[in-house]
């Protein structure tokens, strides 16, 4: 029997459930869960915001634990591994998505909160190659937003081969925002970040950013009118785009990992007359989740994080809501 804390209706609040997983499958593993983050997009299915969300809901995609069994066919993982499980929980293997390595992109990938019971619980399920094995030199009680929140910034900087000497912006600096500063300073980019936040402005430079931006002063985006050659968008509220491209160089990119549900109003010649280009991506493969690991325990990365114990769940969602979450918040089993 799993013990989790589920929501039984859009909105509602957390309450304790239980639930018999079965037994279990080939080529699947049981993670005793340690640590897991909570992050937007548990509240957006709390909420059934994006409308694929089935109750009770058991949200949790950001787990940091220990395989506590494995089932027949595993060979990579073994019992006591210290893992962590992201956005998907499994992949269909055959097809050529998959085969090409681009597991995440993957049209019958499984996601860890959609369809199933993720990760708010003290024992989760997931295809084994979908966990990670946590490299040493990571702090478990942090790790856990890497396993999205980190991917989903990672990634695009290997799917776009940015340049070590790229000049990159980076729109907004919170959940996402802080950790893009910290991966992309360490890949040797010159980084601005955009924020209207004093306070935001000058964490942002002790994380790594060379330069900030006020966001909100449109002087200061013309001012900086063919600056970079790559934005990446963290927000996800409606911007003036427009202003945004105008920063960016000759063939320079936007790329967008914020969901705004809000359509993308580009103008066309935004676009045309610089070869100017608009991307966006996921989280990504296993493979790419276990090199920004890497990456992240050689050059000390490591989200900034407040810690609620699972007890408190209900208090941890409302603090994330607020908007006052400095910058991801972990859930840890007492």
């Not at 996402?176 to 010159?190: K, R």
């Not at 936040?197 to 430079?205: G, H, P, Q, V």
């Not at 050659?229 to 000759?250: C, E, I, M, P, R």
């Not at 966006?280 to 900034?304: C, N, Q, W, Y």
Request: with cysteine.
């Amino acid at each position: 029997m799993i013990k989790a804390y589920a929501a039984f209706e859009p909105g509602g609040e957390l309450k304790p459930f239980d639930y018999d997983p079965g037994p279990l499958g080939d080529q699947q593993v049981e993670i005793n869960v340690e640590h897991c983050g909570i992050c937007h997009s548990d509240l957006s299915m709390i909420d059934n915001e994006w409308g694929l969300s089935s109750y009770p809901l058991v949200p949790g995609h950001e787990v940091v634990g220990t395989i506590g069994a494995i089932g027949a066919g595993v060979t990579q993982l073994h019992v006591g591994q210290r893992v962590g499980l992201g956005w998907h929980s499994g992949y269909c293997m055959t097809c050529a998505t998959c085969m090409d390595g681009d597991h995440n992109l993957c049209a019958q990938a499984e996601s860890t909160i959609i369809g199933r019971h993720g990760g708010f619980a003290d024992k989760v399920r997931a295809q084994a190659a979908s966990v990670i094995p946590l490299p040493e030199g990571l702090d478990p009680v942090t790790a856990g937003p890497l396993f999205c929140g980190g991917i989903t910034v990672f990634n695009p900087m290997i799917q776009s081969q940015l340049s070590p000497t790229a000049r990159v912006g980076v729109i907004g600096i919170g959940g996402l925002g802080h950790l893009a500063v910290q991966f992309l300073n360490a890949w040797g980019c010159e980084v601005t970040a955009f924020t209207s936040s004093e306070t935001k402005r000058i964490e942002a430079l002790e994380l790594g950013a060379h330069h900030t931006l006020d966001s909100r002063d449109i002087a200061a985006l013309v001012a900086a009118a063919g600056r970079f050659d790559f934005l990446l968008s963290t927000v996800n509220v409606t911007l003036n785009w427009d202003a945004y491209l105008g920063t960016l160089k000759s063939r320079g990119r936007l790329h967008v990992v914020g969901a705004a549900l809000e359509p993308l109003r580009v103008p066309a010649f935004s676009l045309i007359m610089a070869q100017r280009s608009v991307s966006g991506s996921p989280v990504g493969s296993p493979a790419t989740l276990a090199k920004m690991l890497d990456f992240a325990a050689r050059h000390g990365i490591e989200p900034i994080t407040e810690d609620f114990d699972f007890s408190d769940i209900n208090e941890a969602i409302a603090h994330l809501r607020s908007g006052k979450a400095r910058y991801r918040v972990v859930l840890n089993q007492i």
